[in-house]
């Protein structure tokens, strides 16, 4: 379980001038260690799209946007095979979780590493259960 969301956001003008009002509205800073309410930063579309990764903090919890995590090619590699779900009644686009077993694979990390017998199995939970409504493997 993690306590921040991490956001893969497209990246066209419209989007990108989006995302910064959502983060004006969420009165978005730049998470910094010693400063515990984080770095004011400038996150106009341009702003934005000059950098591949931020890691912020939020009125409502830590935000991490990643452009390209690790082993995708970004929004429209993982908007493939995302499912949507609802969240507070609002319906959202989340990576399958074979791409979040890949991007944790590629990225590394030892706590990524400690997650992937768990996400494996859950992956292969999910496969079973598909396979026994009939709708195939995917």
């Known amino acids: 379980m993690t306590t921040d969301v991490d ?5 066209g003008r419209d989007n990108l001038a989006r995302l ?5 509205d969420l009165d978005a800073r730049i998470r910094v260690a ?6 004011p930063f400038d996150h106009s579309p341009e702003s934005l799209s000059r950098v591949l990764t931020w890691n912020l903090v939020t ?20 908007a493939r095979d995302a499912e949507l ?12 979780l074979a791409d979040v077993i890949r991007s944790k694979e590629a990225a590394g990390r030892a706590r990524d590493r400690a997650v992937l017998p768990v996400l494996r199995e859950l ?3 999910q496969r079973a259960s598909r396979l026994a409504e009939g709708e195939g493997p995917s």
């Open 7 to 11: 956001v893969v956001p497209e990246d």
């Open 123 to 125: 992956l292969a939970d």
């Open 85 to 96: 779900m609802t969240v507070r009644g609002v319906p959202v686009r989340v990576a399958s």
């Open 59 to 78: 009125d409502l919890g830590n935000l991490d946007i990643a452009f390209v995590p690790s082993g995708t090619h970004g929004y429209r590699d993982l």
């Open 34 to 39: 010693g400063e515990p309410h984080g770095v």
């Open 20 to 24: 910064s009002e959502a983060l004006k």
